[in-house]
């Protein structure tokens, strides 16, 4: 079971001092009273706090990169604080299950903007990513949706520990199971729509990212303005040049929207793959066709109509991105080896791999090997600069800026820090290995 002393991982043989917090899997913190220590601590007038769960789980979340200061934070920071403190234990106590049954899964904090769930406004959601070690696919699970799979995790265990025969339930009933039959969000691409308050073409193919704002493909879009005929406005119809976006107000205008279709998303998630949107005030999705492929041809087209023309649809045009969601199912693959290993296998190789494959995007490796002291100079240097940004995101909170989206620069941040010290770490630790998986990256 995984161990840590006052938020650290414990990993050799350590002296204990007094108040030293020390945390067994997930669910039994102990804290060390130490008489001699306390008597001389209190005898010269040293502060001894009080040691409780959440500060113990508090500790923790700061140690794994997490900014846990409450100072200069805004109401809906946090909230965001408190749900990921509370959600980290109930993380790792379903790691350990999963461990123990060997389920082969493994379970991880995920920070989800609202423009990654779809929406052009709301606050920075903690969602649990759920990975399953064998086929390497993953899910996105919501706040409640987690905790109800938990509960139920914790009762298979009870059942397994208790020797019950029929601990282990079929896949309907198996707290972790997730389909491949259903979508998931390979990503979304916000589509700006200023070029309608101009009658201005757009034809671009637009980034799609996922909640990590990782490229995931090109969206291929078209906007094209229409006459009353509904034929393409061009260049030459000097009738309909907008030299200011308010010329409009009470007139009518015509547009076609077109989804062409998409280029370069994963081939892990390019089963039935389709887009979906609300542009304005729509009440239903418009949704493509379902395409098996990694470069979909929908060519999904739709002529809107607005009369009359009014501020409220112009301050849309001109400050309200459109979000466009494209979904996939993922494909049930492995190397044919990985289901004969342990959960805790699988994770320690999982791990390796993508550290080795981040080492190698970090050192822009090319052919069959890396320089490990080269990687370890670039990881350090970015470190410095990501920690350079988030003081300037500390100090934008304790200035009570508001200019600054604090808890999207949080969400991006804290994961791309914790990469980064991970990778220096496991560098530094092999750089010597003869045998290391590391230094072999092909």
């Not at 809906?76 to 999963?98: F, G, R, T, Y």
């Not at 259903?182 to 034809?203: M, T």
């Not at 078209?222 to 309909?240: A, G, M, V, W």
Request: aromatic fraction near 8%.
């Amino acid at each position: 079971a995984r161990v840590t002393l006052n938020g650290d991982s414990l990993t050799a043989r350590t002296e204990l001092n007094h108040c030293d917090r020390i945390l067994f899997s997930a669910g039994h913190v102990y804290v060390l009273h130490h008489p001699y220590q306390f008597k001389k601590a209190v005898k010269e007038g040293k502060e001894i706090q009080a040691v409780t769960w959440d500060t113990v789980q508090t500790e923790i979340a700061e140690k794994s990169g997490f900014d846990v200061d409450r100072k200069g934070k805004t109401e809906e920071e946090l909230l965001l604080q408190e749900d990921l403190i509370s959600l980290m234990p109930m993380v790792n106590e379903a790691n350990a299950i999963s461990m123990e049954l060997d389920k082969k899964k493994a379970f991880d904090i995920a920070l989800v903007s609202p423009q990654a769930r779809g929406l052009a406004k709301g606050r920075t959601e903690v969602m649990v990513k759920i990975s399953d070690l064998v086929h390497q696919n993953s899910w996105l699970w919501d706040r409640n949706k987690f905790i109800n799979r938990k509960y139920k995790m914790l009762e298979m265990y009870q059942n397994y520990v208790d020797g019950d025969a029929d601990w282990d339930l079929s896949e309907e009933n198996d707290p972790f199971y997730e389909t491949v039959a259903s979508h998931v969000l390979i990503g979304q691409a916000q589509i700006h729509l200023k070029c309608l308050a101009y009658l201005i073409s757009f034809e671009e193919s637009v980034i799609i990212t996922d909640y990590q704002a990782q490229e995931r493909g090109y969206l291929q879009i078209e906007i094209i303005p229409l006459k009353e005929d509904e034929t393409p406005i061009s260049d030459e119809d000097d009738d309909y040049f907008v030299e200011e976006p308010k010329e409009l107000i009470g007139k009518t205008i015509k547009y076609r929207f077109k989804v062409v279709g998409a280029k370069g998303l994963p081939h892990k998630i390019s089963n039935e793959v389709y887009c979906e949107f609300k542009l304005y005030l729509e009440d239903k999705a418009n949704q493509t066709e379902h395409t098996t492929s990694k470069n979909p041809d929908w060519n999904w087209s739709k002529i809107y109509s607005h009369s009359p023309v009014t501020e409220q649809l112009l301050e849309y045009f001109n400050e309200e991105p459109l979000i466009v969601k494209v979904w996939g199912k993922q494909r049930l693959e492995s190397d044919g080896n990985a289901a004969n290993k342990t959960t805790k296998e699988l994770k320690s190789l999982n791990e390796k791999e993508k550290l080795a494959s981040y080492m190698k995007k970090v050192a822009g490796g090319q052919g069959s090997g890396v320089d490990l002291a080269a990687a370890l100079h670039k990881v350090e240097y970015m470190l410095q600069m990501v920690s350079g940004v988030k003081k300037l995101s500390d100090d934008a909170k304790a200035a009570g800026k508001k200019t600054v989206d604090v808890a999207a620069i949080d969400s991006i941040l804290t994961p791309e820090r914790m990469k980064l010290e991970d990778v220096s770490k496991v560098i530094k630790e092999e750089k010597n290995n003869p045998n290391s998986q590391i230094c072999c990256i092909q």
